[in-house]
């Protein structure tokens, strides 16, 4: 079935670490995006990629990290750099043909500092 | 992009019909509406989204008024699993570049 897979589901980080969470898609969506959820809260966008090898900050991008080197995956790092990394983590794709489809979701990632 | 206003909460009967206002006043003519629900614990999930007509799939219809003020999602047959946050989005059609941008959105509850 085609979608977006986010892995790990949930995901523990000691102080001083960086943590990679994985998304891939196999919609051949163009636009990948990475969103941060805290508790009762709205969804903050952190990075966008449009297209391979190129992506751009969002509203939160402090102390996180992304690569586009494939259509089909767009990893995020939270660094250490993050202080407060403790967050549902959402990923999203969209096709790059017309202006209004919409972005589809993964399942998210939970991290959690330890 | 345009704000949106949604009630806090709303309970509805199951076998019933849902029907969630959004009120989005200061929409622009190039702003779509999207919804989107989001079950605890999981992606949000994307419903349907409409600009000026209405529009209807396999999950729900999107109910636009003329002057684009406002709009209605409508579950025509509510169920326990569609017991949800829904929310209601406005983006210019603008292409990828342009995020989404949730708010605290309605708390749907479906009861038996």
């Known amino acids: 079935d085609g979608g977006i897979t986010q892995s790990p589901k949930y995901l523990f980080r000691k102080e001083g670490q960086n943590v990679t969470l994985s998304c891939e898609q196999n919609?051949?969506?163009?636009?990948m995006y990475w969103y941060r959820q805290d508790p009762g809260q709205g969804l903050r966008l952190i990075y966008y990629?449009?297209?391979?090898?190129?992506?751009q900050k969002g509203d939160i991008a402090e102390g996180y990290s992304v690569s586009r080197e494939k259509k089909e995956s767009f990893p995020l790092t939270v660094t250490s750099a993050q202080k407060n990394p403790t967050a549902f983590y959402l990923c999203?794709?969209?096709?790059?043909?017309?202006?209004?489809?919409?972005?589809?979701f993964g399942d998210g990632t939970r991290l959690s500092i330890l | 992009d345009a704000k949106t206003t949604q009630p806090t909460s709303m309970d509805c009967a199951e076998g019933r019909a849902a029907n969630l206002p959004c009120n989005h006043s200061?929409?622009?003519?190039?702003?779509?509406v999207y919804w989107y629900r989001q079950i605890h614990s999981q992606g949000p999930q994307y419903i349907i989204h409409?600009?000026?007509n209405n529009e209807t799939n396999e999950m729900a219809s999107l109910i636009i008024t003329e002057d684009r003020k406002s709009s209605t999602l409508i579950l025509p047959h509510a169920t326990l699993r569609d017991t949800a946050v829904y929310y209601c989005?406005?983006?210019?059609?603008?292409?990828?570049?342009?995020?989404?941008?949730f708010g605290t959105g309605t708390r749907l509850q479906v009861t038996l």
């Open positions: 990629s449009q297209i391979v090898n190129d992506f």
């Open positions: 409409g600009l000026k």
């Open positions: 200061t929409i622009s003519g190039n702003e779509y």
């Open positions: 999203a794709s969209r096709t790059g043909t017309g202006g209004y489809q919409p972005q589809h």
């Open positions: 919609l051949n969506h163009d636009a």
């Open positions: 989005i406005v983006r210019p059609n603008t292409g990828t570049a342009s995020k989404l941008t």
